[in-house]
């Protein structure tokens, strides 16, 4: 054991309900975790040093398997409905006295963790874990605090994990025998029946997306963060396959954080103190900050390796195509600590819209980032199933629905508050295809998406001329440095003029169906900025 390491059975134990577990270590340090992982047989080590773990059953998040206690405290404030489904505070009870039950006599894990890089916001955590190797997790996706905090550490929350433990629908009141559980009144996270740990980081997002902007006006987001030499900061929101992770990751520029963040009267901070990176077709040349994270400390999760070799096989998907790596945030060069960054000058909603209708690049007025923050839309290629030939979309709140406790106008409306007091640019990214729908037209040069953000981030696009386009409403500059001009607006790019301009309504009639549900919370602002149709285009 080091320093930190303690075995023992105490009454901090015990005040958790776990009066009779064999032995609890505490704070182990990550070669502690990952030799007590070894040992106990559950993973093995890269060529690299890394640790390597299968999470079982479960090899992503179970939304529909994640759960809100319904109390006094949440009865009127949470976004009730397929997203945030009700638990009965009595079966939670039941439930969390019989994981303990469950875990009589066995060794646990406890870590002592932290949220949110900002003092003033900071979250203190106690993580229970059954497997070593979940803890490792906790260690490498929290901040960590000192030796001297940890010998005063006060947890305000905490999270038991108990993978090997299985619900009973009939007795416990679950879907089915995996769950996680938020009690936001005993401030409380229970997770079973699921080894993916991405559950545990999430579990802890869905609660800061509820107390932050609830509680102490302060923006939650999924989104990555980077500073500049001259310490502007800028934000990238995008859902997967946009390119959030491979825009972000700038070596001029330094890493804040890469998922999640708060934006508060101080600027923009981080929440964690590590990185989940997925690891399909991860290499050095495409990811090469990533690529050189995967190293002892790090935590592999459902990976397969080249046959009679400790060698990752990255791009072997026989078990999921969500392979993971976790790791702590300064496995990464250009990361800065404390994790950190000022009042943004720039935000990024980053599309891949497989239709070839939005444009590279365009600035939004408040109300359209309101609009499009709401939307979260991308829009991915066709797949390889017979008879699929469309694009498929996908619009998703806030881009990250899933976590959002509260109803998705709450955020966006924090959201443009913030933008009119500190003027802040937000631009609209296509990552995706130009010239034509996926089939049709190419996709954007990536070389040429790095030049226009850079264009944003120096300011070259400040004195440059904008044209607004028809449908959407954007305003597109007519130039931008290292970037063909006839790229800039989509319809030029276009053969097919008419084909364009019927495609552009269609997508824009997606948008418009997608919102009805958010409409009847929306200010007229925000409504206005909804694209319109025009006839007999």
């Not at 932050?212 to 923006?219: A, F, I, Q, R, W």
């Not at 001029?252 to 964690?272: K, M, Q, T, Y």
């Not at 090469?288 to 990752?312: C, D, R, W, Y």
């Not at 994790?339 to 007025?365: E, H, M, Q, R, W």
């Amino acid at each position: 054991m080091n320093e930190f390491g303690i075995k023992a059975k105490n009454a901090s134990v015990a005040s958790l309900g776990l009066k009779y577990v064999s032995a609890a270590y505490w704070n182990l340090n990550a070669a502690e975790l990952v030799e007590e992982t070894l040992v106990r047989g559950e993973g093995v080590l890269n060529d690299t040093g890394a640790l390597a773990v299968d999470t079982g059953e479960f090899m992503g998040r179970s939304p529909k398997d994640k759960f809100i206690v319904l109390d006094e405290k949440t009865k009127d404030t949470i976004w009730w409905g397929d997203v945030n489904a009700k638990f009965d505070s009595a079966k939670f009870d039941l439930l969390y006295n019989r994981m303990c039950a469950y875990l009589s006599g066995k060794e646990i894990y406890v870590r002592d963790s932290y949220a949110c890089a900002d003092p003033k916001y900071r979250l203190n955590i106690r993580v229970v874990t059954e497997y070593p190797w979940s803890n490792l997790f906790a260690n490498n996706l929290f901040l960590r605090p000192t030796h001297d905090e940890i010998m005063n550490f006060d947890p305000e929350w905490t999270i038991l994990c108990a993978p090997g433990f299985m619900a009973s629908p009939e007795i416990d009141g679950t879907r089915q025998h995996n769950f996680t559980i938020l009690n936001m009144t005993k401030k409380v996270i229970i997770i079973g029946g699921s080894g993916y740990t991405g559950e545990i980081k999430k579990g802890i997002f869905s609660l800061l997306n509820y107390i932050l902007p609830h509680e102490k006006g302060v923006l939650s987001m999924h989104c990555s963060a980077n500073i500049g030499k001259d310490g502007d900061t800028a934000i990238f929101f995008g859902l997967s396959g946009t390119g959030k992770t491979t825009l972000s990751a700038d070596p001029n520029r330094g890493l804040i954080g890469d998922d999640e963040h708060g934006w508060s009267e101080n600027g923009v901070f981080n929440f964690e103190g590590g990185c989940y990176a997925k690891c399909v077709d991860l290499t050095k040349e495409k990811e090469p900050q990533i690529f050189g994270a995967v190293k002892f400390g790090a935590l592999l999760e459902n990976i397969e390796f080249f046959e009679n070799t400790s060698t990752v096989d990255f791009a072997n998907i026989s078990k999921t195509e969500n392979t993971r790596v976790g790791y702590p945030i300064n496995f990464i060069e250009n990361a800065v600590e404390p994790s950190v960054g000022n009042i943004p000058k720039n935000i990024f909603f980053l599309t891949c819209d497989a239709y070839g209708v939005l444009p590279p690049i365009s600035k939004l007025t408040t109300g359209q980032a309101m609009y499009h923050f709401i939307s979260g839309y991308t829009a991915k290629v066709a797949g390889t199933e017979v008879g699929v030939t469309e694009p498929q979309l996908t619009f998703s709140a806030c881009f990250g629905k899933v976590f959002l406790p509260l109803h998705p106008t709450k955020y966006a409306e924090l959201l443009g508050e913030k933008l009119k007091e500190n003027k802040v640019n937000v631009w609209l990214i296509n990552t995706g295809w130009s010239g034509g729908s996926f089939g049709v037209g190419s996709r954007m040069k990536l070389s040429y998406t790095r030049a226009m953000i850079t264009a944003a981030l120096t300011g070259k696009l400040d004195a440059v001329k904008f044209d607004t386009l028809p449908v959407f409403g954007l305003q597109v500059p007519v130039e931008c440095p290292e970037v063909p001009a006839e790229i800039l607006n989509p319809r030029n790019t276009w053969k097919d003029k008419e084909a364009y301009d019927a495609t552009a309504n269609k997508l824009a009639g997606s948008f418009n169906k997608n919102f009805e549900q958010y409409a009847s919370a929306s200010s007229d602002e925000i409504l206005a900025a909804a694209p319109k149709v025009v006839e007999n285009a």
